[in-house]
């Protein structure tokens, strides 16, 4: 059992950064590939990016490649994305997600998922 919290969300600045955090709990954090997907209003979930369990493999949607980027901290039992050059359309609630197969997470099937964080990217 893996429980995802999300958190670092907020209203930025077209231009503007910000990095989500995503804390999970459960003694088995490093044996789960780990990913990040959005939801904006009116639209289905989307996948932004994953990383694999050992940190050498991720992953980016072609729509943030060179802006966003994913890491994790096993030590931590933490996974980040960093986002820069924000736009108006990234605005939307990230949502964390785990799953112990890569290719199960990429298509928005995992097992475990955060509740969610808002951003919110003004123009």
């Known amino acids: 059992q893996v429980q995802l919290v999300e958190s670092g969300g907020g209203l930025v600045q077209a231009g503007g950064s910000l990095r989500l955090s995503c804390a999970a709990s459960?003694?088995?954090?490093?044996?789960?590939?780990l990913g990040w997907f959005r939801q904006a209003p009116g639209k289905e979930r989307e996948f932004v990016a994953s990383?694999?369990?050992?940190?050498?493999?991720?992953y980016d949607a072609d729509s943030v490649k060179g802006r966003f980027t994913i890491s994790r901290d096993n030590a931590k039992n933490t996974v980040y994305l960093q986002m820069d050059s924000l736009k108006p359309e990234d605005t939307a609630v990230y949502y964390c997600?785990?799953?112990?197969?890569?290719?199960?997470?990429?298509?928005?099937?995992?097992?475990?998922w955060g509740q969610g964080t808002q951003v919110t990217v003004s123009s």
């Open positions: 459960g003694r088995t954090f490093n044996s789960y590939v």
């Open positions: 990383i694999s369990r050992g940190r050498d493999t991720t």
């Open positions: 997600a785990a799953d112990p197969i890569g290719s199960i997470l990429r298509i928005g099937r995992s097992a475990y």
